[in-house]
T-cell receptor, first 113, second 115 residues
Framework: DGGITQSPKYLFRKEGQNVTLSCEQNLNHDAMYWYRQDPGQGLRLIYYSQIVNDFQKGDIAEGYSVSREKKESFPLTVTSAQKNPTAFYLC????????????FGEGSRLTVL | SQQGEEDPQALSIQEGENATMNCSYKTSINNLQWYRQNSGRGLVHLILIRSNEREKHSGRLRVTLDTSKKSSSLLITASRAADTASYFCATDPNAGGTSYGKLTFGQGTILTVHP
């Protein structure tokens, strides 16, 4: 079945370490997005990519980096520069028709020890 | 500040009752969407209403949009215990243009439906 796969589901990191969250989709969607969700909060946009080899910063890009080398993949690296990285990270995609509907993965929960 | 603000923050009802959640926003929009999130899971799209629409139905869901008041409501009729989840409104601020997925989400309403 088509969908978005995020891994790992749970990740623990020591302070000062970079971690990379994986996001893969087989929906043939052009656009992909990373959102961050804190407890009791809505989602905030970190980065988005509308096409391969191109991406733009969202509202809270500081301390994060992304790449888009393949249409199917949009990994997010949480760097040591991110001061408060403990959060729930959600990857999403949208098709070329840009109907406005986002398809989400199941999320990755990152905890910094 | 949040573009979408949901009200109430939490809602507790009995099975069979209707649940109404409201969302207010600040800027002009292209469309407004409602999503559902079960605890610890990803979001699932429920319904999208465009800025030139006033009401939309999907199964037990009814969404209204009042662009003059910059507000929307989501009504779930005949609620079930399985409807227990968080519900988020999201606005596409690209008024008059194409959505590029840069949605702005509210903080959500936590709905609990008791059997």
């Amino acid at each position: 079945d088509g969908g978005i796969t995020q891994s790992p589901k749970y990740l623990f990191r020591k302070e000062g370490q970079n971690v990379t969250l994986s996001c893969e989709q087989n929906l043939n969607h052009d656009a992909m997005y990373w959102y961050r969700q804190d407890p009791g909060q809505g989602l905030r946009l970190i980065y988005y990519s509308q096409i391969v080899n191109d991406f733009q910063k969202g509202d809270i890009a500081e301390g994060y980096s992304v790449s888009r080398e393949k249409k199917e993949s949009f990994p997010l690296t949480v760097t040591s520069a991110q001061k408060n990285p403990t959060a729930f990270y959600l990857c999403a995609s949208m098709g070329r028709s840009y109907t406005g509907e986002l398809f989400f993965g199941e999320g990755s929960r990152l905890t910094v020890l | 500040s949040q573009q979408g603000e949901e009200d109430p923050q939490a809602l507790s009802i009995q099975e069979g009752e209707n649940a109404t959640m409201n969302c207010s926003y600040k800027t002009s929009i292209n469309n407004l969407q409602w999503y559902r999130q079960n605890s610890g899971r990803g979001l699932v799209h429920l319904i999208l209403i465009r800025s030139n629409e006033r009401e939309k139905h999907s199964g037990r869901l009814r969404v209204t949009l009042d662009t003059s008041k910059k507000s929307s409501s989501l009504l779930i009729t005949a609620s079930r215990a399985a409807d227990t989840a968080s519900y988020f409104c999201a606005t596409d601020p690209n008024a008059g243009g194409t959505s590029y997925g840069k949605l702005t989400f509210g903080q959500g309403t936590i709905l609990t439906v008791h059997p």
